[in-house]
């Protein structure tokens, strides 16, 4: 997106005040995006980490894991992210 941009301002041959102010527009526009990226990053860390804690609970208690993986699951079958 940043490769994009500079060249999409090289063709430019004068600059205003509103064209600034949109060009600040779109890129916060990006920035949110990076955001929600990075909490999707984080949502389904989380997950792969509880995921693999399972199989160390299972050696401890055969009904619990299969009752976490059923919750983890539940965890994705919802989309927690509004962008």
């Known amino acids: 997106m940043w490769v994009n941009h500079h060249s999409m301002f090289s063709t430019i ?6 064209l600034l102010l949109l060009n600040l527009l779109r890129l916060t526009g990006v920035r949110l995006e990076r955001r929600a990226e990075w909490a999707a990053v984080i949502r389904f860390s989380v997950g792969t980490v509880v995921y693999a804690a399972t199989i160390g609970i299972a050696y401890v208690s055969a009904t619990a894991a299969p009752a976490i993986q059923f919750l983890l699951a539940g965890y994705y079958a919802f989309e927690q992210i509004t962008a």
């Open 13 to 18: 041959v004068r600059i205003d005040r509103p």
